[in-house]
């Protein structure tokens, strides 16, 4: 249970980094190195405007205000903590329920003893895997290609590529492709797929997968340019139709 709950807890506090653009160092700098200099700070001022005055009444003039500045943070990072603990397990739920439901809906072969030819042929179910990864990957081509960039330059200089962006940004979190994306991409790390570092960039709330900024939704090059959608599109090929990956090895092998 207890490496369940770690993993729990720094998958979430990961997706708090990345939600808030920042690292735990920062974190730490800015909750309790700076208020504790805060406090120091205004501690000597105190003392400098009244010296008659002793340690413990400039104390109290400047722990109240320390106080605030500290819980005040600390109080919006833990609702954000609390968050991502929630969106991460629900997130392990359906990519669970998936599972599942791929497991339960895969054909299991007829047992029939007395037949002279029993069933042997295995017939793919439609949400498998490597199906679901290739529907998402055309339905994100199909949503940048009937979204054309405008013409001009391509960042915030350009007001028309702004509004632009701004639109597709909207219509993406809309169609839920970054939770989509997160959970097709855990399940094959389940499966024991070699994923990289594509969840993590999938999860990042400014990236949008297929977009110009972030490689393009091009599919006719991968061999030359690995753009993400490329990448996504070759984790189908890794997995056959039981979800199981494929290990190509340099020597035969009889299954039994």
């Known amino acids: 249970m207890w490496p369940h709950f770690i993993n ?11 939600s808030l653009g920042t690292t ?35 104390a109290r003039k400047t722990i109240v205000p320390t106080v605030i500045g500290f819980v005040v943070p600390l109080a919006m990072v833990a609702f954000v903590f609390c968050w991502k603990v929630l969106r991460t397990t629900y997130d ?29 042929t295995f017939i793919e179910p439609d949400n498998s895997l490597r199906r679901r990864t290739i529907a998402l990957v055309d339905e994100l ?25 701004r639109k597709a940004t909207i219509a993406y979190e809309n169609a839920r492709f970054r939770q989509r994306l997160i959970g097709i991409v855990s399940q094959y790390k389940s499966a024991g797929v070699d994923t990289g570092t594509m ?45 199981q990956p494929i290990i190509l090895t340099s020597k035969a092998s009889i299954r039994k």
């Open 8 to 18: 729990l807890m720094a998958r979430s506090w990961a997706n708090v980094l990345n």
């Open 24 to 58: 735990t160092l920062s974190i730490i700098l800015f909750l309790l190195a700076a208020p504790l200099l805060t406090f120091l700070v205004s501690l000597f001022a105190v003392w400098k405007n009244s010296p008659q005055e002793t340690f413990m009444e400039h």
């Open 92 to 120: 392990d739920h359906q990519a669970l329920v998936g599972r599942v439901h791929t497991l339960v809906n895969t054909p299991k072969p007829a047992a029939c003893p007395s037949c002279a030819t029993c069933p042997t």
């Open 141 to 165: 081509n199909e949503f940048w290609q009937s979204r054309p960039s405008p013409p001009g330059q391509i960042g915030p200089q350009n007001d028309e590529w702004v509004k632009y962006y």
């Open 199 to 243: 969840e993590q960039s999938f999860s990042q709330p400014e990236r949008l997968v297929g977009a110009i900024p972030y490689g393009g939704y091009g599919l006719e090059n991968c061999f030359s340019y690995m753009s993400e959608l490329c990448q996504l599109q070759d984790l189908a090929y890794r997995i056959d139709a039981h979800d």
